[in-house]
């Protein structure tokens, strides 16, 4: 029946696991058509997945009012190199921030995607 996007209300206050809880139980709601209109309102920040799709990257589009939205693609194995003489197979999570340069600076917006790449890299931080 078309693209819904449940609210996950005061997610900064929340940790992984409740998020992880609250994220299932939305999703079983949008599944079996039960989401309600306030459910899917009031959202600032989208996180969008096409990891179960494929694909390394996307453009997501803002969908007002919110300000900004995240495309997170499929993880893949990459070979890397940082100082050029030798290398390492690294996991690799294609990131796509999209913001309104009307409410956000594109220089905050970079440090935000540099901070979440950071994070991810490690995850015992997350999980603090």
């Not at 206050?13 to 309600?36: F, P, S, T, Y």
């Not at 990459?78 to 294609?94: C, E, N, Y």
């Amino acid at each position: 029946n078309g693209l819904v996007v449940p609210v996950i209300r005061d997610a900064d206050r929340k940790g992984v696991i409740e998020i992880a809880r609250e994220m299932g139980d939305l999703a079983r709601l949008a599944r079996d058509g039960k989401l309600k209109p306030e459910q899917m309102q009031g959202g600032g920040f989208t996180i969008s997945s096409l990891g179960g799709i494929g694909g390394i990257y996307f453009t997501p589009i803002i969908n007002a009012p919110e300000v900004a939205i995240m495309g997170v693609c499929k993880s893949f194995w990459k070979q890397v190199s940082s100082d050029g003489k030798t290398s390492a197979w690294r996991l690799m999570l294609p990131l796509s921030l999209s913001w309104d340069h009307r409410v956000i600076d594109g220089a905050s917006a970079a440090r935000f995607n540099n901070h979440f790449a950071n994070l991810m890299a490690d995850m015992r931080r997350i999980l603090l």
